[in-house]
């Protein structure tokens, strides 16, 4: 059997929500993180980053509600039915997928902000380990020109910090990440989960802090890769965020201050758990 965890965008409050969820789970006798594959996707490339940097769950936890601890996060007053509105005059026109992956990353291209370096700084203070761990991991991102997704791994021969920047490089937000003279947006243009590349896998757990929510136009929804991994014979279960967590995010998951409170509801949510897999059959 071969177990995939796969890992969701949703900011640093998803950040915060996913590592809390972890641990609740853990607590409730359920560790869910021992994956034979690690799939990271914005937000979830930093936590699954992090999971195989060694440190513990608790100490993960710790990362994201003690104040000394925490990353040095760099706070965004995002309004999203600003940024919605934005993204979709970029998009106006794209024939398919892959040409509004590419019109979003010409927007992201386009777009002032912090310096590449202020925002790899982030990335880089939030993960406890720089290297690529011995377990399987995979990032995803999107290369800004063409729209075209990459997934990095250890062999990709790209620095775990450079990968895990590109993963979480919000269009519009943050700075394009450059990777091997290339400029890559956020994987979440792709897709906000990117749990159809779970396929060939027997278990599937996947945990969605934006739910079913696909915020761009995907080949890749949620809903239909689930739907496919099932079809094929694998168990899936996936975990969105409960109300009480929802509360916790607030309106804007780039906000710092809504780590502690998420990361809180998540555990508590994780320790209420009962993870149920399901097949197509």
Known sequence: MSYTLVLGGGGVAGIAWMTGVLAGLADAGQDVTDADLLIGTSAGANVAAQLGSGLSLDELYARQTEPGLQAAEIMVDLDLETFGARLGAALAGA????????????????????????????????????????????????????????????????????????????????????????RYVDGGVRSNDSADLAAGSTRVLVIAPLGTTQLLPSEFPLTQAVADLRAAGAEVAVIEPDDACKAAVGANPLDPSTRTPSAEAGRAQGRALKVEWTTGA
């Open 95 to 182: 024939a398919d997928a892959v040409g509004a992956r590419a019109a979003v990353g010409r927007f992201a291209l386009d777009t002032d902000t912090v310096a590449e370096p202020v925002r790899r700084a982030v990335v880089e203070s939030r993960l406890p380990s720089h290297e690529w761990p011995d377990r399987a991991l995979k990032v995803v991102a999107v290369d800004a020109e063409t729209g075209e997704p990459r997934v990095f791994d250890r062999t990709s021969g790209v620095p775990l910090v450079d990968a895990v920047t590109a993963s979480c490089a919000v269009p519009g937000v943050w700075p394009p990440a450059t990777v091997d003279g290339r």
